[in-house]
């Protein structure tokens, strides 16, 4: 049974920094493509970021770009991704997402993805 545990949201002020972390159970994630998503209140999922299985390509949605790291630590089987100068618009709960694949491609459609985690809030006050 493959499980994604999210933790490390919270409640930071706006210019500060979390980093959430991504344990997946079941699955070795180097075998997938790893994602995070975020949904705010109201609105749809949408993606933040996905790294590679290889770890060699990541993605980025544009609001994020130079703000947010997606990484992986393989000996850890944990993916992490680093959130520096958070805004009031980063504000939402966020997701990691598993993706089966050969390749080295990596996705930023919620469709693409096969399990998710729980979530994890991440508010930053302004």
């Known amino acids: 049974q493959v499980q994604l545990v999210e933790s490390g949201g919270g409640l930071v002020q706006a210019g500060g920094s979390l980093r959430l972390s991504c344990a997946p159970s079941?699955?070795?994630?180097?075998?997938?493509?790893m994602g995070w998503f975020r949904q705010a209140p109201g609105k749809e999922r949408e993606f933040v970021a996905a790294?590679?299985?290889?770890?060699?390509?990541?993605s980025y949605t544009d609001s994020v770009k130079g703000r947010f790291a997606i990484s992986g630590d393989s000996a850890k089987n944990t993916v992490y991704l680093e959130m520096n100068s958070l805004h009031a618009e980063d504000t939402a709960v966020y997701y990691c997402?598993?993706?089966?694949?050969?390749?080295?491609?990596?996705?930023?459609?919620?469709?693409?993805?096969?399990?998710w985690g729980q979530g994890t809030q991440v508010t930053v006050s302004s």
């Open positions: 790294i590679s299985r290889s770890g060699f390509t990541t």
């Open positions: 079941g699955l070795t994630f180097t075998n997938y493509v």
């Open positions: 997402a598993a993706r089966y694949t050969t390749s080295g491609n990596v996705y930023n459609r919620p469709t693409e993805y096969t399990y």
